[in-house]
């Protein structure tokens, strides 16, 4: 089958997460995705910890093999260049790399580009049908935009800490970095409409994405505001407020959530924990009263968890109708057949070593029925396809390319 990008160019000017997690999604569509990294530093993430090689995982760098893994997960399916932008044969190759370029991707902090004379209005001219996307931590307008944001920083300043984690417990960031990883999704659902847009009318545009509006927009869609006018705490815990019972419950042997939301689901639970004195309770059989003394809710339905495995738990819920599920450890997802079958556990390359056994990392999300997508290859070292980049693109001779080189320009 075909890939739904191939024939699509894009220049990959971004560093640490947000950027290339944006790219390396291009990229599993089938986009050719340059990897554009400054010839004196290379890559962001290739140096960093924690790093993999010959002898495994290590939080330092043993010997030559070892290699950032956020570097061979991210930079799958890529090529890379290095070129230096602040010299001006190195910035004049790279606008000739731009007039053939479908998407830019860029991920420096605001004012970057300007000074490096690669922003929107400088590539624009250069190539109206370009796709620029900018990817901050506060957009590239309004009185902060200016202020470099981190994923931590964007979780803090768009509200996600004060809400996460359980009542009075302190701010707490979401488990994985979810400012970066969203907002790339958020991106590349820019660049697409983007794409179609251009495809209508032969012009491209500046897609600006912020880390905190992607973060707000979504948690903003709770009525937190009316909180405080219904005595609840913006830190829920596992809960969600409109339902009950919604939350993790113990096991003998773990940890399951349990998702309750209608009359029916409530009326199997009983059913399921013996308690059907509970069905049509005058209290009890309300979801408004069970909302608003959850706490003893959650005690009833702890009591009766903590009685028997994961396992049988969810299944005697399930099998009543009732939305239940283990909660996965890192261990358990690796070993799960059904992410397995849907092709979502992949075996890490590296550059030098091939397939890592020991080292996996998440396959492409979405399916679609009549186009391929995935990541193949390895991540490229930094400099890997700058000879070919150059002589394929833009017609360099092995002495010019040559001469370049030694004068630190590629």
């Known amino acids: 089958m075909s890939r739904i990008l191939e024939g699509v160019r894009v220049l990959d000017l971004s560093q640490f997460l947000a950027g290339p997690h944006t790219t390396l999604l291009l ?3 089938g986009a050719e995705v340059i990897r554009v990294d400054n010839p004196g530093t290379g890559d962001t993430l290739s140096g960093a910890p924690v790093f993999y090689g010959k002898d495994g995982p290590s939080l330092e760098k043993r010997d030559d093999s070892d290699l950032g893994i956020a570097f061979l997960k991210r930079s799958r399916a890529k090529k890379s260049i290095a ?54 931590g506060y957009g590239s ?16 300043m768009s509200g996600l800490m004060s809400i996460t984690g359980q009542p009075g417990s302190p701010p707490t960031k979401a488990g994985s970095p979810l400012a970066d990883t969203v907002s790339a999704g958020f991106a590349l659902s820019g660049i697409l409409g983007a794409l179609y847009h251009r495809q209508a009318t032969g012009v491209g545009q500046f897609v600006d994405v912020s880390m905190v509006d992607v ?3 979504l948690l903003f869609d709770e009525p937190l505001d009316c909180y405080p006018a219904l005595g609840m705490d913006y830190q829920q815990g596992n809960r969600v407020m409109r339902f009950s019972p919604f939350n993790s419950y113990p096991t003998r042997d773990g940890w399951m959530v349990i998702c309750c939301g209608t009359d029916a689901m409530w009326q199997a639970i009983c059913a399921v924990v013996g308690r059907d004195d ?10 408004s009263w069970r909302v608003a003394h959850n706490d003893a809710v959650d005690a009833m339905l702890g009591d009766w968890t903590r009685e028997n ?27 799960w057949p059904h992410l397995q079958a849907r092709g979502m556990i992949d075996t890490v390359e590296h550059p030098a070593l091939g397939p890592l056994t020991g ?11 009549g186009a391929e997508t995935g990541y193949g290859g390895a991540a490229a070292p930094s400099g890997t396809h700058t000879r070919e980049v150059l002589s394929d693109l833009l017609g360099l001779d092995a002495e010019a390319l040559d001469d370049l080189a030694a004068r630190s320009i590629i």
């Open 27 to 29: 990229a599993g569509m």
């Open 83 to 136: 070129l230096d932008l602040k010299s001006d044969e190195g910035h004049a190759l790279f606008l000739k790399l731009v007039e053939q370029a479908d998407v830019l991707v860029e991920n420096f902090s605001v004012g970057v580009t300007e000074r490096l004379k690669i922003d929107w209005p400088c590539l624009e001219a250069v190539n109206p049908r370009l796709v620029y996307c900018s990817i901050t």
């Open 141 to 156: 307008t309004g009185p902060d935009s200016g202020r470099r944001g981190y994923d931590v920083t964007t979780q803090a």
């Open 215 to 217: 973060l707000f927009s």
């Open 278 to 287: 509970l069905v049509s309770h005058e209290d009890w059989g309300s979801m």
């Open 309 to 335: 495995t994961t396992d049988d738990a969810v299944r005697r819920l399930t099998d009543a109708g009732v939305v239940a599920s283990a909660v996965h450890t890192i261990d358990d997802l690796l070993q």
């Open 359 to 369: 080292l996996k990392a998440a396959g492409f999300p979405l399916k679609f029925s």
